[in-house]
């Protein structure tokens, strides 16, 4: 069974960067078929898809943080990071990750727990 | 402002079937690229309700199902009981945003 275990820091002060990073275990992350994503779901709110990264190393981010995301995988830790930089307020959110298809017609079917980060000074 | 479009609520009472619609751009739903549907409780993670439109991934109850037509799609549930009280997210992928793109989530409410 895929577990999913994200990790990094619960207080992120504003304008510096949010670093988190999840353990893929019980599969790998080279495998072709994947891409590993992070969302994140501020309180009380909906589902926000941050971006993926495929096992080649290619990245989708979404349009409206683009230009504050990086993701990056390492197939022999079985791990993929998210680095957020400029963060404010409006970052602090439950995030998840996740795994998915690069098949459309298949889900989002392995999140982590959630991380929540809290950006404050 | 989300690209899928949601209700914010629906409710029923025990018993009775409520849907849940989703709608779509021609970029998403439209070009027939799979929807996707996840439960979340509160302080869990979203879990995988049915995939690729009208599947049901093992263990999901049968009162649970989906359609798809054009740009929209739907969750119907049949036999509202408690336990179906979540939150209900409709998902797919967008040709524009080069991207996964979320509804904006629905609650039910059993009354």
């Known amino acids: 069974q895929v577990q999913l275990q994200g990790s990094g820091p619960g207080l992120v002060k504003p304008s510096e960067t949010l670093s988190l990073t999840c353990n893929v275990s019980g599969g790998s992350s080279s495998s072709s078929s994947y891409y590993w994503s992070w969302i994140r779901q501020p309180a009380g709110k909906g589902l926000e898809w941050i971006g993926r990264i495929y096992t080649s190393g290619s990245t989708n981010y979404n349009p409206s943080l683009k230009s504050r995301v990086a993701m990056s995988v390492d197939s022999s830790t079985n791990q993929f990071s998210l680095s957020l930089s400029s963060v404010t307020a409006a970052d602090t959110a439950i995030y998840y990750c996740?795994?998915?298809?690069?098949?459309?017609?298949?889900?989002?079917?392995?999140w982590g727990q959630g991380t929540l980060v809290t950006v404050s000074s | 402002q989300s690209v899928l479009t949601q209700p914010p609520s629906v409710s029923g009472a025990p018993g009775q079937r409520v849907t849940i619609s989703c709608t779509g751009s021609?970029?998403?739903?439209?070009?027939?690229?799979?929807v996707h549907w996840y439960q979340q409780f509160p302080g869990t993670a979203p879990k995988v309700l049915l995939y690729a439109d009208t599947n049901r991934p093992s263990g999901v109850p049968d009162r649970f199902s989906g359609s798809k037509s054009g740009t929209s799609a739907s969750l119907s549930i049949t036999g509202l009981q408690a336990e179906d009280e979540a939150d209900y997210y409709c998902q797919s992928y967008d040709n524009s945003l080069i991207g996964w793109v979320f509804g904006g989530g629905t609650k039910v409410t059993v009354l």
């Open positions: 021609s970029s998403n739903i439209g070009a027939d690229y799979g």
């Open positions: 996740v795994r998915g298809y690069y098949d459309s017609r298949r889900p989002l079917d392995f």
